[in-house]
């Protein structure tokens, strides 16, 4: 750790400032208890707490283990202060008992580091995002919904985070973790998600509006639960406001807007009508009706639509792929409206 006494260098401090990126794979239970407790008594230990670059951790541990509360604490405390913890795979495990715990294979290991390491070509533009489903309350235990999960606007935040850009997230109820480094805005209702996307509208460079909105919601909200006696057999349903065609009738010609379209049916005709009606400059038409694409799965295969008629065909890819694939197209768009 402290070099050759003829050589005298600090070895811990060379070693963390020589490298761009730290991966520790496997990592065990007492190394990620000891990173997470500001422990550094050997060499690794001690390099990465003087190491201010990224770091992938692959948990890689026996399953009982893995699931530990004080394992699971001490994981949570370094994704909140940034290090980049992989998600362990499923399957047998070298101590002869199944589940999850196994590290990742080296390719996907590989790829986390690549991503990274990219470009940071989005540096200096602020990026907003809208994710997930809405609620629309009935009653205090009733709402309607819809299945978005928010992981495809989540994976263009942590994207957008990565490539350089200012990120706010305005989202409905997110069933993955929230991502830490943006600025995370949570919402309930459509209407309340087009308050707070309209308060930072005017200082957004490019917008991504993968939510889910509902386009009803219902007319009364009553203060009570409604008891079984007070339903009729219907609910009458209010339109909410569409804000993604309230943004396209306010934006500056630099301001680039992106839309999301989910269709089942006649996808291409009815996304080709959002992006004139909208005045969007993209729209990524996934259609949800195809096995990996949509709605709550890892996956996306979306056409991308845009103004000048074009459109082109993605491969299925996962969301953090397809987000890229979306944000080197608005910065192509934004560097052209600046011409
Ligand atoms: O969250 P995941 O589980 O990862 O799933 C991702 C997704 C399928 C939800 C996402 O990829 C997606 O397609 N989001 C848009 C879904 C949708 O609401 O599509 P739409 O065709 O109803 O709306 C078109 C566009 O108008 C969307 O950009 C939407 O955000 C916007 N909109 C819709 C209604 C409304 N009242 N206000 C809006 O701004």
């Known amino acids: 750790m402290w070099g050759e006494r003829d050589r005298p260098s600090v070895e811990h401090i060379s070693l963390a400032d020589a490298a761009r990126i730290a991966v520790v794979a496997p990592a065990t239970a007492n190394f990620i208890g000891k990173l997470a407790n500001g422990i550094a008594d050997d060499m690794l230990t001690t390099a990465l707490m003087a190491f201010n670059k990224p770091v992938v951790i692959c948990p890689s541990m026996n399953v009982n283990m893995y699931r530990n509360p004080i394992l699971k604490a001490n994981l949570e405390r370094l994704v909140s202060c940034g290090y980049h913890v992989m998600i362990p795979e499923s399957g047998d495990l070298a101590c002869g008992w199944t589940g999850e715990g196994r590290m990742p294979e080296p390719e996907a290991i590989f790829h986390e580091v690549k991503r990274l390491l990219g470009p940071r070509d989005l540096d200096g533009l602020r990026l907003l995002v809208t994710a997930g489903p809405t609620e629309e309350p009935l009653d205090p235990v009733r709402f309607l919904t819809n299945r978005s999960s ?129 005045n969007v400059d993209m729209l990524v ?27 082109e065909q993605l491969a299925m890819m996962s969301k953090e792929d397809v987000a890229d694939q979306i944000l080197s197209r608005a910065l192509a768009l934004r560097r052209m409206a600046h011409h």
Not at 151 to 156: F, N, R, S, T
Not at 174 to 193: D, F, S, W
Not at 235 to 248: E, H, K, S, Y
Not at 285 to 310: H, K, M, W, Y
């Open 150 to 278: 928010g992981k495809m606007g989540v994976a263009v935040a942590k994207r957008a985070l990565a490539r350089g850009a200012e990120v706010t997230l305005v989202s409905g109820p997110l069933k993955v973790p929230e991502p830490t480094g943006v600025n995370h805005i949570q919402v309930r209702t459509a209407a309340e998600m087009m308050d707070r996307v309209l308060e930072r509208f005017h200082e957004s460079d490019i917008v991504v509006k993968a939510a889910a909105v509902a386009d009803f919601r219902p007319e009364t909200f009553c203060e009570e639960k409604l008891k079984k006696e007070d339903f009729g057999t219907s609910i009458n349903l209010v339109r909410n406001p569409d804000i993604l065609a309230t943004l396209g009738s306010r934006k500056w010609p630099d301001q680039i807007l992106i839309g999301f379209a989910a269709e089942t049916s006649d996808a291409i005709q009815k996304a080709r009508v959002k992006l004139k009606n909208k």
């Open 285 to 311: 038409l996934n259609d949800v009706s195809q096995p990996g694409a949509g709605f709550d799965c890892d996956t996306n295969i979306v056409r991308l639509l845009f103004r000048s008629g074009e459109d």
